[in-house]
């Protein structure tokens, strides 16, 4: 097409659009997102000078940082209304145009022109080509075509399509992708701000495995030092030359993940030995360095320097190597938190505790660099949760003629407890994360439901709930449940809960609170309660979390004052919690608890959490070496084990100057 338009005998119109579209392009990515914003806080420290008074640049620096995390800074899809994104394409030959401006605009009718100017030759001789309107795309596989020809790939659609598993294309994050893709052709470091689940993370991923990219991920938090920074580039062959650095700390290999070609599983750790082989055998070709959470810990300069600057303590970085950042905005907290429901206080000295997000004003320079992701809007909240829901339910229908009846249920539910709780409670209080984690719990529910119901005729006492209960029935309660657990326990205000109640009642047709009940009666039942324990409502409640979450492998975090059973609800449940080898016949058809502690402190450090999780690790392998051995890998009465980490006063981590809460292996 590029060939073409040389050929043909433009316009100066045309002629000067595509110039001015280059110009456009270029002064975006040069300038930078947030360029007012800096502007403004240099106007300010002009001002302060002309009026001889002491400029605080860290304080400009926040007062920026606080301005990014508005929405109105947020720069996604709507915003090319009057404007167009146009660049060539990997192949040089064929270019890209995106843009929502009406058709009835002006520039819509000289990008129609400048997009038809090619069409006179090849395949396209004689017909009309319409510019893409990427807002009217529904499936993934239309996006893939247009990034097929942006990338230049070979592969298949379908293939790509199967590789993104659940992943769900829209207009916005299709649109950011596009703009990621050209910093990594320039070699524009990549800084994602937005909020915790709104999909840095899975965009990332997503443009690795469409462009079969090696990526290296290091996951940030407040432990981590410049050195296990240092470290991690050395070992990784990312610099031009060897550098110096203290060996003493051996869990960096704990501490990121490498992703190749040759990897199939995203979520497996490799040793530093196979990144620094990979490395040399490709050092010319694109490796992306994915800096996670970078704004939790002390070591901004540094990564300043490594991300921005290029150099790691004055050694150049490979020039095939490419940055990307993720970080959470500097935000205060909007809504005023009930005391027992947030580890937060009001009247809390660490001025930090009063942010949305335990993080670090970012460098005056990484602003420049800055991507602001904000959150997602409803609409597309709604199409990533319907693209989840449809990828992973079917398999769990055994009706199929109720498929699109639960998949609405499931939806409508979902979304509608998600904007209560974030009416009440901020926008910061859910994230595209729950997502994840009522589907996990949903399936578990479910087969859990379909296996007592099975036993119906064996141990008909136990089990009578479930005899008159059809698969609609049956997916409402499960559905009820997940809600229940995700969003219902966050509710402190009796009122609201009433309204919440009423709210699912409408959708589902059914008492929302009576599946809940009728799990926390069975638990109760089979747990031997000592003398002087009462099974009271906050019991019950604290038992049942904790037990779901064990069996479904989600973190929890019970919080509320001395007394109310958060301790002794777990203890309860390690005691009965002994597979095959419990006394009764409820407990033997779930998994073996086993148990690692660790007593939360000011002192609590980062290295701590990780040895404990190595320590876990070590328990997990000892089990099932020990079950190899005695031949016992095919014994159905064995349900397997599920190693936990108990951390008893977690609120004292919180404070702690280490800030070992954000380490990622408690997401």
């Known amino acids: ?63 920026s940082l606080y301005k990014l995390s508005e929405k109105e800074s947020a720069f996604n899809f709507n915003k090319l209304i009057d404007k167009a994104f146009v660049f060539i394409n990997e192949d040089g030959q064929s270019f890209t145009i995106i843009t929502c401006a009406p058709k009835t605009s002006d520039i819509y009718k000289k990008l129609d022109s400048l997009f038809n100017s ?40 379908k293939i790509l399509a199967k590789k993104l598993g659940s992943y769900v294309f829209n207009a916005d994050n299709f649109f950011k992708m596009v703009q990621i893709l050209i910093r990594f052709r320039t070699g524009i470091p990549v800084l994602i701000m937005g909020e ?12 690795v495995e469409i462009n079969n990219y090696k990526m290296l991920t290091f996951n940030i938090h407040a432990g981590i030092t410049d050195n296990e920074i240092v470290q991690f580039m050395a070992k990784n062959n990312l610099l031009e030359k060897n550098i110096r650095y203290d060996n003493y700390d051996d869990d960096i290999e704990n501490l990121y993940n490498i992703y190749n070609e040759n990897n199939t ?53 490979r020039k095939n190597i490419v940055f990307v950042g993720a970080c959470n905005p500097y935000r205060k907290i909007t809504k005023k938190y009930n005391e027992t429901n947030s580890l937060i206080k009001e009247d809390s000295e660490i001025s930090r505790q009063k942010l949305v997000y335990n993080v670090n004003p970012l460098t005056y320079t990484q602003l420049y660099y800055i991507f602001n992701f904000d959150s997602l809007s409803a609409e597309n909240e709604k199409k990533y949760i319907t693209g989840i829901v449809e990828a992973e339910i079917e398999e769990y ?14 939806v409508e539910t979902f979304i509608t407890a998600q904007s209560f709780i974030k009416e009440k409670n901020g ?25 007592k ?69 069975e638990l109760i039942k089979n747990i031997e309660l000592e003398k002087g324990i009462a099974p009271n409502e906050i019991l019950r409640l604290n038992m049942f ?75 997990l392998k000892d089990y099932y070496k020990a079950k190899e051995q005695k031949n016992r890998t095919k014994d159905s009465i064995d349900k397997g084990i599920i190693v936990c980490v108990f951390i008893d006063e977690i609120g004292l981590c919180e404070i702690a100057p280490s800030n070992p809460l954000k380490h990622f292996m408690l997401i």
Not at 438 to 445: D, N, R, V
Not at 573 to 597: A, C, R
Request: aromatic share 10%.
């Open 427 to 451: 926008k910061e209080s859910v994230s595209m994360r729950e997502t994840r984690k009522f589907m996990t719990i949903y399936k578990f529910l479910i087969k859990d439901f379909k296996r």
């Open 545 to 619: 979390i904790c037990f779901i979450g064990i069996l479904t492998r989600i973190s929890v975090f019970i919080v509320g004052p001395p007394g109310c059973s958060k301790t002794l609800c777990f203890n309860l449940l390690k005691n009965e919690m002994k597979g095959y080898h419990s006394k009764s016949n409820f407990w033997k058809q779930y998994p073996q608890l086993f148990v690692t502690s660790y007593q939360g402190s000011l002192t609590s450090t980062s290295k701590g959490i990780i040895d404990v999780f190595k320590d876990s690790e070590k328990k």
């Open 1 to 63: 097409m590029i060939e073409n338009l040389k050929s043909e005998n433009l316009s100066g119109t045309i002629r000067t659009d595509i110039i001015q579209a280059f110009m456009d392009l270029t002064n975006y990515f040069t300038i930078g997102a947030f360029e007012d914003i800096l502007s403004e806080s240099d106007s300010s420290d002009s001002s302060n000078k002309s009026n001889t008074t002491e400029f605080d640049e860290n304080n400009a620096i926040i007062n």
């Open 118 to 157: 090619g069409a006179k030759f090849g395949e396209d001789k004689g017909k009309h080509l319409t510019i893409p309107d990427y807002t009217e795309m529904v499936k993934n596989e239309e996006f893939l075509e247009i990034i097929k020809k942006i990338v230049d790939s070979r592969e298949d659609v």
């Open 265 to 317: 599983d995203s979520n497996s750790v490799s040793n530093l030995s196979i990144g620094v082989q990979n490395n040399k055998k490709n050092e010319d070709k694109l490796i992306i360095v994915f800096f996670d959470e970078f704004n939790t810990c002390n070591s901004l300069g540094l990564l300043t320097e490594i991300m921005c600057t290029r150099k790691c303590q004055s050694i150049d970085v």
């Open 397 to 410: 229908i055994n009706n199929k003629s109720k498929l699109n009846e639960v998949k609405k249920l499931m």
């Open 453 to 521: 119901k099975e036993k119906i005729t064996k141990v008909e006492d136990d089990y009578k709930f479930y005899s008159d209960k059809d698969e609609l029935m049956a997916q409402k309660y499960c559905i009820a449940t997940a809600i229940y657990i995700c969003f219902y326990i966050r509710i402190s205000e009796k009122q609201d809960k009433e309204d919440f109640q009423k709210k699912m009642k409408e959708i589902l047709a059914l008492d929302f609170c009576t599946y809940p009940n009728q799990l926390q009666d």
């Open 196 to 207: 915790t689940g709104c999909g840095k993370t899975s965009l990332i991923n997503a443009i």
